[in-house]
């Protein structure tokens, strides 16, 4: 028999966005029910952040084994024993998973129902035996992998991001498919670990970073082994005794490379089939849910957050747009999304990471630009931790107000976060430039770049003659 709950706000989808409403809502006084049909914390938690980052950390350790003898230290192959580097990825995820589950959740006074939702009409969705009508829906259902179209994969067997992480045995040569974040990540991350890789992306490696910039990534990739086809065309697979062969044209010429093992890495695609949207009066492509500035749907009352509102997916987004929709619905402000200081970061060795406008972006909207740029081999602690390789570049105006930062180097993802706050807060380069920062750190650098741009001037021919002219009367 179907029961009926009454509430103040229903959520749907229970990962980074959907938990960050119904923790928020809950806490401050509202009646909160929240519907997951599969794992509490979603696809960060279970199959992309967190064991990505977990994978990566495995890597890392391994590289620094091969790599030891910079430091005077004896380096060493390191072996691999992947069904420990299996366990390690799961303990991370379940050390984290108690802040996400039913129990925390219904300790906060949410009521957690396991189960798919599908809309009835615009303001009730059922979940297994139960219905549920509220003022307000938050649908926070994600996104899953996109699998493409291409001649042959149906006679393969493949990785995407949701299996990999249950790999326990060595892989033999990985052929990833996608230059993008993740298929860089995991191509790292395996050829650390042992595996030969290669990476095929029929567009351009690393599209949405800036080319300069992700192109040192890419030279350090290929410098640890990773073969890299970027740009060809007519991609298929055969199935072969030891695993597939993927044949693309390069250059009018057909390549072919044979693996053992494959992974998909080709996006992601908003998660809304069987919601039954249309009953709700919500308009959606594949893209995701239409949504405005508020990040209300077509329905008013039925708000959508995190990769199945797009165009970011990135578990920060989900979380910050859960902020907006919580002023929207609980103080009924009309609070509005601001994607000026959008930050992303790729956690390859070294990392990439971006916030704000890139330079040809600022150019096609028409400013006035100046470009900053900054070598990590002129930063001291660089120097000591042998990690040179890193650039910074920001893009301001004349008049000095930053417009965009990236960052490729070591620990790119923290060194990022003071450009966050100064795009956010529209703040000019003086700013930067006149911040103390500890000696020796790598965040020197950001002061370093910021002070580069008075550099013309300060040291320009009319601040001689004003000096020399001011020190007659010392």
Known sequence: MTSMIQTDICVIGAGSGGLSVAA???QMGANVVLIEKSEMGGDCLNTGCVPSKALLAAGHVAQNMREADAFGIASTSPSVDWAEVNRHVHDVIAAIAPNDSVERFEGLGVNVIQAAASFIDENRVEAGDVQVRAKYFVLATGSSAFVPPIEGLEEVEYFTNENIFGNKSAIDHLIVIGGGPIGIEMAQAHRRLGAKVTVMEVARLMIKDDRELAQVVIDRLTDEGIS????????????TDMGLTAFCEMDGEEACVTGSHLLIATGRRANVDGLNLE???VNYSPRGVDVDSRLRTSNRRIFAIGDVAGPYQFTHMAAYQAGI?????LFKLPAKANYLSVPWVTYTDPELAHVGMMEAEAKDAGKDVRVLRWKFDENDRAQAEKRTEGIIKVITEQNGRILGASIVGLHAGEL?????LAISQ???VGAMATMIAPYPT??????????????DKLFSEGTKKLIRFLMRFS
């Open 442 to 455: 790598l965040a020197e650098a950001n002061k370093r770049i910021a002070g580069s741009f008075y550099t």
């Open 416 to 420: 990022i976060q003071p450009w966050i």
């Open 24 to 26: 928020g809502a809950s």
């Open 426 to 428: 529209k703040m000019k």
């Open 279 to 281: 009953a709700a009066a």
């Open 228 to 239: 890299f086809y970027e740009g060809g065309r007519n991609l298929r697979f055969e199935k």
């Open 325 to 329: 929709v919580i002023r929207n619905m």
